[in-house]
């Protein structure tokens, strides 16, 4: 879990669902027998945790900056460094990514443009397995601040738009990160907008924000994109 105490806490007052809820649907639907458990930085024993037991691993998104300093993002990265040593399949949804790409010495830094509720026209530069099946052109749901400046280890851009680079994927282990999310439903980001939608009044008039609240519907019911495909073709293929 990305979240730290009071992210989780916001998303109860928001009535919504925790991100990592929505992992664990996906992986039941591929594993009806997969054991799922969710580790919080912020609740469990990070120090003492049995990280060999598990076989995959997947990192949700989050609601910082990983650039600053705190000890939420000193916890995550102690994580995220102990799960790299076991050289196992690993996935990263938007913070996920910036964890991890901070742990391999990439840089993290605040976009030049921001992206509300969805990432769109994101273009697939290379072969993956992990887009088989999918539009070369894409909108995604998508909500962050922050983006992958630049790589200085040994990933590679495999997805990206005019904001920013969208996907990238180890080039000798099994982790790919996306800076989208294919997990979360449009609507769920929609949800969590409207919660805090006197913040987007100030980047929005009403009209518009109303009007993105029914894009992100739209998006979702419509699945044009197959939101989900990414993640379901790598837990296939690991």
């Avoid at 809820?21 to 039941?28: A, R, V």
């Avoid at 469990?44 to 076989?55: E, M, P, S």
């Avoid at 443009?113 to 994101?122: I, L, P």
């Avoid at 609507?187 to 109303?210: Q, V």
Wanted: charged share 20%; proline share 2%; aromatic share 16%.
């Amino acid at each position: 879990n990305g979240m730290d105490k009071l992210h989780d806490l916001e998303h109860e007052k928001a009535n919504s669902q925790y991100q990592y809820t929505y992992f664990k649907e996906i992986i039941n639907q591929i594993d009806l027998n997969a054991e799922v458990r969710v580790l919080h930085t912020y609740l469990d024993d990070i120090n003492n945790f049995t990280y060999d037991d598990y076989d995959v691993f997947m990192w949700t998104g989050g609601l910082g900056n990983i650039y600053l300093s705190n000890q939420h993002n000193q916890n995550q990265l102690y994580v995220c460094e102990k799960i790299l040593k076991l050289d196992k399949p690993l996935w990263g949804s938007c913070w996920g990514l910036q964890v991890i790409a901070t742990c391999y010495g990439d840089k993290i830094a605040q976009a030049g443009k921001f992206e509300f509720g969805f990432a769109e026209n994101v273009e697939i530069l290379k072969n993956h397995y992990v887009y088989e099946n999918k539009k070369n052109y894409f909108t995604a749901p998508g909500h962050h601040y922050d983006h992958l400046d630049t790589i200085n280890s040994e990933f590679e851009v495999i997805a990206q738009n005019e904001i920013s680079i969208q996907a990238i994927s180890h080039k000798n282990k099994k982790i790919f990160c996306s800076q989208y999310h294919p997990e979360l439903p449009f609507n769920f980001i929609g949800k969590l907008m409207n919660y805090w939608k006197k913040n987007y009044l100030k980047i929005f008039n009403n009209n518009e924000f109303e009007n993105r609240l029914v894009l992100l519907s739209q998006l979702e019911q419509q699945n044009y994109f197959n939101r989900k495909l990414e993640i379901e073709n790598w837990l296939r293929n690991i």
